[in-house]
């Protein structure tokens, strides 16, 4: 039984989730990738152009797998296009050109009459010309992903510089510029069946100082019922539905207002960590869904009652990364902490201001936020990264 995942570089989603995943349902899995050197020895992979969706159906369709899939951000249409070929259960192509395109998200979402966000698109060259009234305003890569290349930005001299800054490392990139939207930055996780849809849960997200917008941490809290309605008809009207979904969003005089959709799990390791506090195989879940199975087959919990942390530890300056923690496993009376490093010692880069800054990430399990936020605080004390200059 053959199952096919689409990916350009190794990811922990991939090694520490979906691959172990597909082991402990009895599926031979194979990664399809441009960019074999790069993965490991003991992970089966094949050469592929995976952004060509003719490319992966040649790959796959001698093999006759029972699903196709992929977490990349890169790889979700092209998968999609592929899988709809093979006559295999996947995503909407459609849907997924759309969470990917940031200007055409923002215009479905305004034709459904939802939230209209002032869009401006920047093409690869072109003179940024955004009116005034659309300030403060965020410019980043209209096909962008993470916190990469992503600025507020006051007026427009600072636009104009940020974008050549943007240019002088992505010359082709599109860019858009939309009205900043201000608001506590929280996440909405789902998964669905191409029919019914579930909400995982959400994450408060604590952000870095401006002009960038790092990550730093995540508290563990589900959107409210009136919440989740909007941000529903939100993924409806972009064709949202199958498989799993990693949304943003910030709530801003009682609206909701979507920030971006993510068609895939959430990144950075917080997949793992859903998992470990929603308790289920959420990777598992994943297969099933893309092997044709319905979400009420899946048995999602209803409620959590444990509470989780997550703490990103970033870099505060260029250099090389000569001391850091290894991997940690640790309890703390009842909040089961741990510890992954992001970044390998002896490694040298520059400081971004965005999610390439990670070193480490840390979390807490544990059944309350001052309890888990107390060993978390602990943890982190006790271990140190060191960066020379």
Known sequence: MQLYLTALNPTDALLDGLLPAAASLGLSATVLTDRPAEWPADVRVARCAVRDPAAVVAAAAPARPLALLSNSDHLQEATAIAARKLGLPGKDPDAARLCKDKAAARRAIAAAGLDLVRTVTVDPGATPDVPTVMYPAVVKPREGVASEDAYLVTDNA????????????????????????????????????????????????????????????LAWSPPAELARTRLRERLDALGVGFGACHAEYVVSDGRVRLIEVNYRLIGDRMDLILADLLGVPLFEYVIRLHLGEPLAALGLPHTVDRYARVEYVCADRSGRLVAAPGPLDTVDGDVRLGCRPLREVGRTAEHTGTNRDYLAVLHGIGPDEATVRQSLTGLRDSLQWTIVG
């Open 158 to 217: 600072e636009l104009v510089a940020r974008v050549a800054e943007i240019r002088g490392r992505r010359p082709d990139v599109a860019l858009v510029v939309e009205e900043y939207l201000a608001g506590e930055l929280r996440t909405f996780e789902t998964l669905g069946d191409g029919t019914e849809l579930a909400s995982l849960g959400g994450w408060r997200t604590g952000l870095g100082p401006p002009p960038t917008f790092t990550e730093e941490s």
